[in-house]
């Protein structure tokens, strides 16, 4: 069993990126309770920074992997800018060797697969690639921060909200194939086929047989409605 730090970007009173009512926290927070879920179906022990939209400073969130000894630490975001930007992309500590790049790139792949823009596997900072964001810099164990589409594309939020429990898969299958752990699929309920109504023979003689009796009730209804009309025309008649 392996020690997964899931932290949900931003919280409280810090909304992150905003795009009218929608706050880049929510997002955040949305998506790592699934990924804590799909870990936790896995097997995994999951530990969080949040699990409610509460402020939460960078130190405590290290602090909070650091004192865990987690085996594996991933940071959720979503990216903000230009309303055509769009995609995904994942940041790494700027000297991270080739293996963690491997992995940020299988998770890319499968987010990719999903819709995205492909953004790539980035070392560093933005803007600086000899900085590190937090999460990189100050934990212990392999890292990375995750940006998940923007949250100011339309084309991405699509994306984005009818497929999170496919997002939260590719990261958890990436992290347990780096991790040199089993990944099981979830079991698919299968859906009972409705039956053929040509095929279905048994059917199709019961319904024959209720019509018949129903074709014999009328039959029956309709003499006796005969028979009816002529006795009344008989008596009819004789008073006559």
Partial sequence: MAKIWVDAGHGGSDSGAVNGSRYEKTDALNLAMEVKRQF???????????????????????NIENENHCDLSISIHRNSGVS?????????????PVAYESWAAEIVNGLSALGFVDRGVK??????????????????????LIEIGFITSDVDNAIF??????????????????????????????????????????????????????????????????????????????IL
């Fill in 161 to 238: 909200d009818p497929n999170q429990d496919k997002i939260a898969a590719a990261i958890v299958m990436g992290c347990l194939d780096f991790l040199h752990l089993p990944y099981t699929a979830p079991e698919v309920s299968a859906v009972p086929a409705e039956p053929d109504p040509v095929s279905d023979t048994s059917q199709v003689d019961t319904l024959t047989a209720q019509l018949a009796a129903v074709t014999a009730q009328l039959a029956t209804v309709t003499s006796e409605r005969d028979s009816a009309l002529a006795l009344l025309s008989n008596i009819k008649n004789m």
């Fill in 84 to 96: 055509s930007a769009s995609g995904v992309e994942i940041w790494l500590h700027h000297t991270a």
């Fill in 123 to 144: 070392k560093g900072y933005r803007g600086d690639a000899t900085l590190d964001y937090a999460v990189n810099r100050d934990t212990n164990s392999p890292s990375m």
């Fill in 40 to 62: 936790a179906q896995q097997g995994q022990e999951v530990v969080m920074t949040r699990e409610t939209d509460v402020f939460l400073e960078l130190a405590e969130r290290t």
